[in-house]
């Protein structure tokens, strides 16, 4: 178990300060993609079976009333299903962002190093460019995975909300 810390430790420090911060970025964001596959696969399907049930329950389903009613329930639990999904597209778009801007760091390093040493310190340069391109990787990784789990939650949640608006039908669509 050490040998997995330090070993993330040496990664750490290899891709320098910018690495850390896109690693906790990307825990922060998939820890809001769990939470929205929870929320989608226990308590979303029990409030939508709870709001089917109040709307069956309606003796009235014709009028323009019923059919705002009908809207606004939708509309909440749509907003509720949505919850935190632009936080994460948010987040899926700054690791990208950041991992450019381990990328200058670490190239403003290797230009240091240049300036001290001379170009011809090849030894010296390549920390500088580890810490220029690990960060770029990492910020790219991050979001090629937030893109693939954001998407995946963006269709189910449009799914959702379709498979609602089918399971709360008005009085005149039945006729």
Same mark, same amino acid.
């Given at each position: 178990?050490?040998?997995?810390?330090?070993?993330?430790?040496? /990664? #750490?420090?290899?891709?320098?300060?910018?690495?850390? *911060?896109? %690693?906790?970025?990307? /825990?922060? $964001?998939?820890?809001?993609?769990?939470?929205?596959?929870?929320?989608?696969? /226990?308590?979303?399907?029990?409030?939508?079976?709870?709001?089917?049930? &109040?709307?069956?329950?309606?003796?009235?389903?014709?009028?323009?009333?019923?059919?705002?009613?009908?809207?606004?329930?939708?509309?909440?639990?749509?907003?509720?299903?949505?919850?935190?999904?632009?936080?994460?597209?948010?987040? *899926?778009?700054?690791?990208?962002?950041?991992?450019?801007?381990?990328?200058?760091?670490?190239?403003?390093?290797?230009?240091? *190093?240049?300036?001290?040493?001379? @170009? %011809?310190?090849?030894?010296?340069?390549? @920390?500088?460019?580890?810490?220029? #391109?690990?960060? #770029? !990787?990492? %910020? $790219?990784?991050?979001?090629?995975?937030?893109? /693939?789990?954001? #998407?995946?939650?963006?269709?189910?949640? &449009?799914?959702?909300?379709?498979?609602?608006?089918?399971? !709360?039908?008005?009085? &005149?669509?039945?006729?």
């Amino acid at each position: 178990m050490t040998e997995i810390f330090e070993a993330i430790r040496d /990664f #750490t420090e290899t891709g320098g300060d910018v690495l850390l *911060v896109i %690693g906790c970025l990307i /825990f922060f $964001m998939w820890l809001l993609i769990l939470e929205r596959i929870v929320y989608i696969n /226990f308590t979303h399907k029990k409030l939508k079976n709870d709001l089917v049930a &109040k709307w069956m329950a309606r003796n009235e389903r014709k009028s323009w009333n019923a059919e705002q009613i009908r809207q606004a329930y939708i509309s909440r639990l749509s907003m509720q299903l949505n919850g935190t999904i632009p936080i994460i597209q948010s987040l *899926v778009a700054l690791c990208p962002l950041l991992g450019l801007m381990g990328t200058v760091t670490g190239m403003i390093e290797v230009f240091d *190093v240049m300036a001290i040493s001379g @170009s %011809g310190n090849a030894r010296s340069m390549a @920390s500088g460019v580890s810490k220029a #391109t690990i960060p #770029t !990787m990492a %910020g $790219m990784v991050g979001a090629l995975s937030g893109v /693939f789990a954001s #998407t995946w939650l963006m269709r189910t949640s &449009k799914s959702e909300k379709l498979h609602l608006q089918e399971a !709360m039908p008005l009085q &005149k669509d039945i006729a």
